[in-house]
């Protein structure tokens, strides 16, 4: 460990409370952060995490407790008091300005300006490119945010929280967006920050993160902490337990089942964009889980989209249960039967001005009514699905966590019922509880006769749910791999393999 264990605590939360409309968020929290130490925070989606960093990062004022800094009490009534104070925040919905460029958007507010208090663009773009090299980031400071992938834009805010040169750094779900490549560039400089003393706060639902890159780990259940412990004194089942109070298991076992032998649901032959998908070729059958693997950029969500209508294709025949299908738009697709749940939640699934019963019925509204809405129905409907998916605080939408706004996108899917259902990084962002039960949903939908089509940068989610494995590279299919000997090695190998090693793949 880098931290001593005498260190005075560089930041102290003291029995914080935090209260909502109907929602305790957080009851009597502690949480301690020592100098050059990397301290995780976890929970299940609702467990108050991001409610208590929104605190530490003066978004939220709290009812009760004391926040302490170097031993001094503090009181941030905003963002820029706890920046002006060396408290930064990464958080896991991207602030960025989008028409913006790169170095705009990392100085956002705290521009350099001249003798004649012009902005000084040039210095401005110099310390910018200075932190992206050392962030090992090919970015250009000139970029507008807009032109970035997520990935990219993710990398970006981690830029922004370092140029204010923080004491304390917060980081919200970091990697969800990211490679494993830059998943490793992040903790290298995560440790560089720990070297110089700061501390980081670490959020993250992925244990194996955790235990790679934290020292110490605290724990909420339910807005209460369950307790704070040494990372090399604890193991995942432990604190799984105690983040969710019963035993999980995603071991491989668990989908052993023998997937019915349907017809193909879905063909897709040939298909082509003017971009990036080159000749794809696939067939998804009833009853069965087909997964797509590959790296970031190999064109898996491309893929989905232009079976889904919402990216054009230019050669390919898309046939849905043997009928061949003119897909122009997601509305065809949706007639067709096909259902789409997106890999960005907030800005291509939900609607978050509006409500449950709203967001829950956009997809099959003429099943309540032709001329006017049937509202009670659809109210009735969308309550029914969320005691079954046990939504909490279910009628704010833009409130909820992340998994359960993943699950209002599930439950709109569950009343049109479509033969087939792509998802798209359906557990990203959510909690080890809230992926069980999506994967319990996944593998349910499959056993009463969907083609379910998945498509996942988790390799360990991949193996435990999918029937067939495809993996793509460059925007064509790379090739298929035998359940029974499918391993994250044969996956990645296959998934990175330059094609002029593989004369049979991709051609």
Request: aromatic letters at 4%; hydrophobic letters at 45%.
């Amino acid at each position: 460990m880098s931290f001593a264990a005498a260190s005075s605590p560089l930041l102290e939360a003291r029995g914080i409370s935090k209260s909502f409309p109907g929602v305790r968020a957080l009851h009597h929290v502690d949480l301690e952060i020592r100098p050059g130490e990397v301290h995780a925070v976890v929970g299940e989606n609702g467990a108050g995490k991001s409610t208590l960093m929104h605190i530490l990062a003066g978004v939220f004022t709290p009812d009760e407790g004391i926040l302490a800094l170097c031993g001094a009490s503090v009181s941030f009534t905003s963002p820029w008091a706890a920046q002006e104070a060396g408290i930064a925040m990464v958080f896991q919905e991207r602030s960025l300005a989008a028409p913006l460029s790169v170095a705009e958007n990392v100085f956002f507010g705290r521009q350099p300006v001249g003798p004649l208090g012009m902005i000084n663009r040039g210095q401005m773009h110099r310390r910018t490119q200075e932190i992206l090299a050392e962030l090992d980031i090919n970015l250009s400071s000139e970029t507008p945010v807009e032109d970035l992938s997520p990935a990219e834009q993710q990398m970006v805010e981690i830029a922004k929280a370092l140029s204010i040169e923080a004491r304390v750094l917060v980081l919200d779900e970091p990697t969800s967006a990211l490679t494993e490549a830059e998943t490793t560039t992040l903790f290298r400089v995560i440790r560089r920050l720990r070297e110089r003393g700061a501390g980081v706060v670490y959020i993250s639902h992925r244990m194996a993160e955790v235990f790679r890159i934290c020292d110490r780990v605290t724990v909420l259940r339910d807005g209460e902490g369950q307790g704070t412990f040494r990372c090399d004194e604890v193991s995942e089942e432990e604190l799984i337990m105690r983040m969710v109070g019963r035993e999980l298991s995603f071991s491989r076992s668990e989908a052993s089942r023998q997937p019915a032998s349907g017809a193909a649901a879905l063909e897709v032959e040939g298909l082509s964009d003017d971009s990036l998908l080159e000749g794809i070729s696939f067939k998804a059958h009833s009853g069965e889980i087909t997964a797509f693997a590959g790296l970031a950029g190999s064109g898996r969500t491309e893929l989905a989209m232009a079976i889904f209508g919402a990216r054009r294709i230019t050669a390919g025949t898309i046939r849905v249960e043997g009928r061949s299908i003119l897909i122009r738009s997601p509305s065809d697709a949706i007639r067709a039967g096909i259902g789409y749940l997106p890999e960005d939640r907030k800005d291509a699934g939900l609607f978050l001005e509006m409500n449950l019963a709203d967001n829950f019925g956009a997809a099959g509204l003429e099943r309540f009514g032709c001329w006017w809405l049937d509202d009670r129905a659809m109210e009735e409907q969308s309550q029914m699905a969320a005691t079954r998916l046990r939504l909490t605080n279910p009628h704010a939408v833009q409130q909820l966590s992340g998994g359960n706004q993943q699950k209002i996108l599930l439950a709109r899917w569950l009343l049109v019922r479509p033969p087939i259902f792509i998802v798209d990084e359906p557990t990203r962002g959510i909690d080890v509880g809230a992926k069980m039960e999506v994967h319990q949903l996944l593998r349910e939908l499959a056993r009463q006769g969907a083609a379910i089509v998945l498509i996942s940068s988790e390799l360990p989610e991949v193996l435990s749910l999918a029937d067939r494995i495809l993996v793509m590279r460059e925007g064509c299919l790379a090739g298929e791999i035998p359940r029974a000997q499918a391993t994250e090695e044969s996956i990645l190998r296959l998934a990175a393999l330059s094609p002029s090693l593989d004369s049979h793949a991709c051609a």
